[in-house]
């Protein structure tokens, strides 16, 4: 099978997630990644060992899954010895990625004029905080950056605190964004033959996790800004219901017919007897009155139930599942949205988040988890750097690697 | 300015936010995107004002206007399939079967198409014929139950089918590039299930990991949050949330109790291990008085002042007038021609060579009719004019 980013060689010089993930999705669809590390510790993913207080088990999920199909060089970067080896490994590479500060890179004589000097075909790209030109100099993590969006302060019932989308929700986000733009870049020069500096930062990125809504806020609609309640949606046949068990969503258009069908899954007399509730506008006006409704009857069910009337009538809706319904979901594993794989941490197969983009004739494959650190270096200067084994020795010699 | 999608032209067929919005990412970095409005038109009633909805997601695009569903249409579709490159759905197999935009179909007229689709949960499996609705694929997903403080109704973010969006743009530049080298098109499939899992990172890759864990199948208050120091939130005295990221108690400590007025060496706080795990609670009881104490504007500084991964939670009204949204283009202002100086969201990706460009508002239906029948097909304009007044094009 013909993998989409044959030949094309990524240098990932990036820590935690939102780089890491981003390079990932270079690697599932064949990219040569090659992933640089501080020889003292590596990437501080490697370092995560609990997740909400609950040990991650016995192998490191959160560093090896977005690290995977990579391998790993140890090079000390604040050398300049490593620097050269870096250099070396820039002209034989297509993409530099990195979502350290602009400031430490260029400490480290690794901006964009000198990697573009050196190659310029190089696809140079970083993941700021907060934009390419921004002048703010403050760090910046997923749930910190996500707060000032607006993005949390407009979630969950008023009075409640803000919410957050869920851990890594953000970098996830921030990650495909730069995936997307690196793309862009390879395909321009591909017909071009020029590289370029991109940066897909991870302010810029969450301003499009509520889309919709912002741009709601920015033509004037103020009340897009704040949180909502369940109670007070405009077309209560689109809305979430508890049940004796589950949580159902109904999702129907606010229809006379699509009104009627909900009615009889229901066996709700009540909304359907009622004048208020005979039209489209009459339902908009007396939401909150048929919310009411509609919540008494949904109580009176478990949620199987409920979904089996709906089923019945035709009537589109699902239970709210949690993590332990969705890892058994049959769907995720048919389309490989999670995957199995071999782990050599702990000796067995393992169960990891897979592929959620699928191409036809070229699809993502997971060849391994992530790299030890720095299980690579010696090879890689050797076979694609065409070091010679003294000047290996050399660079030991010097503390440039490991 | 050369861009980065100049040789690419895009058949869009996006009736969602999510996949008009894909098609018009391709749009900002040069593709030239047509997107087909059906006629007869919908007669559906558009609220009054600006339609700022459609000027973020259809720009940059042009309309063709065309009543497909008769054989004088479906000519022109086949006759414009031919000339694209991508199209880009988010229609039910059935509807784009019968419209003769199936892609077994389009690939006997271009077959080196690529031919994205969003689909609700995925291209196989029992589940495959399920509408591309985000809510549906987000209950599925797990996440919703897991967002709010313990006793609130599940959350629905929205966030999955953002995600959708710009997997979709990457899935469809990626097999551009393929075929560049290859001469070979294919099938991009992404679904909101596939997205809205994506978007729950690291929950739902700890679950499949472990298996089990209470605190990943309910909330957790944020009164017994694992790490006071991390992923927590405080009220202030003036009512605005804070919120801290510092996974890393050990270093941020000595000077994080100073500024919340802790003593450093309190023996109850003195270790990580302490921080988050012994005295865990009573860290955070600490904490909760302590930022009482003082405004939001207050903290910010001093975050600010120490460098800490921490900030206050804002509204929509704090990005709207950031200067770092506007010297980034995040957030554009624009001079609409009916509606004067409005902002609209802009550009999340920076690129040297490829600036992302603002050449149009969203298209009327209809508008570049004309212009695609002539440029793109070669018609005449007896012919085109024949498919006017025909109403076969509008």
New interface residues.
């Given amino acids: 099978m013909s993998k989409a980013l044959e030949g094309i060689r990524v240098v990932d010089l990036t820590v935690w997630f939102q780089g890491p993930v981003a390079a990932q999705h270079l690697a599932d669809f064949g990219a040569d990644v090659i992933k640089i590390e501080r020889p003292q510790g590596g990437d501080q993913g490697r370092g995560v060992r609990s997740i909400k207080s609950l040990e991650v088990g016995d192998w490191n999920q959160y560093f090896l899954v977005i690290n995977r199909n990579k391998k790993s060089m140890a090079i000390d970067l604040k050398k300049a010895a490593g620097q050269e080896i870096l250099y070396r490994l820039v002209e034989k590479s297509d993409v530099f990625l990195s979502n350290l500060s602009m400031d430490l890179l260029a400490s480290w004589n690794l901006s964009y004029a000198k990697l573009a000097s050196i190659n310029p075909r190089l696809v140079y790209a970083t993941n700021t905080g907060y934009g390419r030109f921004s002048t703010a100099s403050k760090p910046s993590f997923d749930m910190t950056v996500q707060a000032l969006t607006g993005a949390m302060a407009r979630l969950g019932e008023p009075g409640q605190p803000p919410i957050y989308m869920g851990m890594g929700s953000g970098d996830a986000f921030g990650g495909i964004m730069s995936a997307l733009g690196i793309m862009l870049a390879l395909y321009q020069r591909r017909r071009t033959g020029k590289g370029q500096y991109l940066d897909a930062s991870l302010y810029g990125a969450q301003l499009y996790l509520a889309a919709p809504y912002l741009q709601s806020f920015l033509a004037g609609h103020r009340e897009s800004a704040l949180q909502q309640s369940r109670k007070q949606v405009v077309n209560p046949l689109w809305n979430l219901y508890p049940t004796r068990g589950k949580w159902v969503y109904l999702c129907e258009p606010n229809r006379d017919d699509r009104h009627a069908a909900v009615g009889r899954a229901l066996a709700a007399e009540a909304m359907l007897q009622d004048g208020r509730f005979k039209d489209a506008a009459g339902r908009a006006t007396h939401n909150e009155a048929l919310i009411e409704i509609i919540e008494n009857a949904t109580r009176q069910r478990g949620h199987e139930e409920l979904m089996a009337a709906c089923n019945r009538e035709g009537v589109i809706a699902s239970p709210i599942n949690n993590l332990a319904d969705v890892i058994r979901d049959e769907q995720a594993w048919r389309n490989r949205y999670f995957m199995k794989t071999y782990c050599e941490e702990v000796d067995r197969e393992v169960d990891v988040r897979g592929m959620p983009v699928t191409l036809s004739k070229t699809p993502g494959e997971l060849r391994c988890l992530g790299p030890q650190l720095g299980q690579d270096t010696e090879l890689l200067m050797m076979e694609l750097l065409e070091y010679q084994w003294e000047e290996i020795e050399a660079m030991k010699a010097k503390g440039a690697i490991p | 300015m ?6 690419v032209i895009v058949l869009d067929l996006g009736r969602q ?1 999510c996949t008009a ?1 894909s098609a018009a ?1 391709l749009a900002d ?1 040069g593709a030239r995107v047509i997107r087909l409005d059906p006629l007869p038109a919908n007669a559906e009633p558009r609220p009054a ?2 339609n ?2 459609a000027d ?1 997601i259809h720009r940059n695009k042009e309309s063709l206007a065309l009543d497909f569903r008769r054989d004088q249409g479906r000519a022109v579709l086949t006759d414009l399939l031919a000339k694209v490159d991508v199209v880009v759905t988010d229609w039910q197999r059935d509807e784009l079967a019968a419209a003769g935009l199936a892609y077994e179909r389009v690939r006997t007229i271009r077959p080196d198409i690529v031919y994205g689709r969003l689909s609700g ?7 495959a014929a399920l ?1 591309p ?1 985000d ?2 694929a ?12 313990p006793g ?8 999955g089918a ?2 959708a ?7 469809i ?6 075929r ?3 001469g ?1 098109g ?6 909101l ?3 809205n ?15 089990k ?1 209470d ?3 309910n909330p ?1 208050s ?1 009164l017994d949050v ?2 006071p120091m991390s ?1 927590s ?1 405080y ?1 202030s005295a003036d009512g605005r ?1 804070v ?3 510092m996974p890393d108690t050990d270093r941020w400590w000595p000077v994080f109790s100073k500024m919340v007025g802790l003593a450093t060496d309190d023996p109850r706080f003195d270790t990580h291990d302490k921080r ?2 012994s005295h865990r609670l009573e860290l955070i009881e600490a904490l909760e008085q302590a930022f009482q104490r003082h405004p939001g504007a207050y903290w910010r500084q001093a ?2 002042d120490n ?14 007038s ?1 200067p ?2 506007g ?2 283009r ?2 554009l202002e624009l001079d609409h021609p009916s509606f004067g100086k ?4 802009g ?8 600036t992302a460009r603002l050449e149009r508002l969203a298209p009327c239906s209809g508008q570049h009719g004309g212009q695609v029948l002539h440029e793109l097909l070669g018609y005449s304009a007896e012919t085109i004019h024949q498919l006017t007044a025909a109403g076969v094009v509008a």
């Fill in positions: 050369s861009r980065a999608l100049d040789d936010f919005l990412f970095f004002g600006w700022h909805e973020l949960f995925g291209p196989l499996g029992p589940d509408p609705i809510e549906l987000a209950a599925r997903t797990g996440m919703m139950p897991i967002l709010p403080q609130q109704p599940p959350v629905y973010t929205g966030s953002m995600h969006s710009v997997m979709m743009a990457f899935g530049v990626m097999a551009l590039f393929h560049l080298e290859t070979e294919q099938e991009v499939d992404v679904s299930f596939g997205a899992m994506y978007g729950a990172a690291l929950d739902l890759q700890a679950f499949l990991a472990i298996g864990g605190r990943l199948l957790i944020r694992s790490n992923g939130l009220p949330w919120t801290l990221t988050t795990e975050f600010m460098q800490m991964s921490a900030d206050v939670i804002e509204q929509f009204d704090y990005p709207a950031d770092q949204v010297a980034n995040y957030i409005v902002k609209s969201l550009f999340p990706i920076f690129m040297s060579d490829s």
